[in-house]
């Protein structure tokens, strides 16, 4: 009887110290929102990111993309958070549905409110950010 006992108390403790949530810091990084930075010419930019997939970029005064952009087609984002770096996609889509063109962006999470993007003008995507351009890279601020 003293075994079972001893038995019972062991696998209770083994069972309940199983059953104990862990608290685990949830990532609360959302890409959705406004992104503000500043480029090497010293013009502020923004990317809207929205919960439907499409991207408003502001530069300056200038403001082009999201689902219908006067008329001219749309601009829309993919990201992979699977790989490393980041790969962030801006796709443009012409009114039809065809695709127009896309860049291809690397992301950095620095916290919440602070992502790193490297740009490529070319069609081949940054591989890291190792020997950082200061022309193609952008430090966006959430606001």
């Known amino acids: 009887m003293k075994y079972f006992t001893t038995i019972t108390i062991t696998l209770f403790l083994i069972f309940s110290m199983g059953c104990t949530s862990t608290t685990k810091k949830k990532n609360t990084f959302t890409i959705v929102g406004t992104w503000s930075g500043v480029d090497e010419t010293g013009k502020k930019g923004s990317f809207i990111f929205d919960n439907e997939g499409y991207c408003i970029l502001k530069i300056g005064k ?12 749309s601009l829309e984002y993919k990201v992979n958070f699977n790989v490393r770096p980041i790969h962030l996609d801006l796709i443009a889509y ?4 065809r695709k127009r063109g896309q860049m291809l962006l690397i992301m950095k999470i620095i916290d919440d409110k602070t992502i ?23 430090i966006l601020r959430k606001e």
Request: proline share 5%; hydrophobic share 25%.
């Open 116 to 138: 790193k993007i490297r740009m490529n003008f070319s069609k081949v995507r940054p591989r890291d950010f190792e020997n950082d351009i200061k022309k193609d890279i952008m």
């Open 62 to 73: 200038s403001i082009i993309g999201g689902k219908n952009y006067q008329g001219k087609g």
């Open 94 to 97: 012409k009114p039809d549905g």
